[in-house]
Nanobody
Framework: VQLQASGGGLVQAGGSLRLSCAAS????????MGWFRQAPGKEREFVAT????????YYADSVKGRFTISRDSAENTVYLQMNSLKPEDTALYYC????????????????WGQGTQVTVSS
């Protein structure tokens, strides 16, 4: 499976961005897709995941209430709507797919996109 992420950019604090991630192959209902991010000098961390079948969403505490993950099953695409962005959201954002239905652990995700840079200026 190939994942193609897009939508990153430079935005001022308080602004919004929408990331997209298109998968080359249809996801199954047991799969999850998610977003992780990695800031310079830090480990890659969980941001949000969504169960492909039910659409149930899971968020890191740091983004809850500001970010929304969604999916378009017909387009095999997952989105991350990011509102009220803060400078600490600056990172390289990765989309990923878990065929095992993982939710939080990056080690349990099987396929990764190339990353898209999000930079939030103060």
């Amino acid at each position: 499976v190939q994942l193609q992420a897009s939508g990153g950019g430079l935005v001022q604090a308080g602004g919004s961005l929408r990331l997209s991630c298109a998968a080359s192959r249809r996801a199954y209902s047991s799969h999850t897709m998610g977003w992780f991010r990695q800031a310079p000098g830090k480990e890659r961390e969980f941001v949000a995941t969504i169960r492909w079948g039910t659409g149930r969403q899971y968020y890191a505490d740091s983004v809850k209430g500001r970010f929304t993950i969604s999916r378009d099953s017909a387009e095999n695409t997952v989105y991350l709507q990011m509102n009220s962005l803060k400078p600490e959201d600056t990172a390289l954002y990765y989309c990923a797919q878990s065929v095992r239905g993982a939710l939080y652990s990056k080690e349990s995700f099987d396929y990764w996109g190339q990353g898209t840079q999000v930079t939030v200026s103060s």
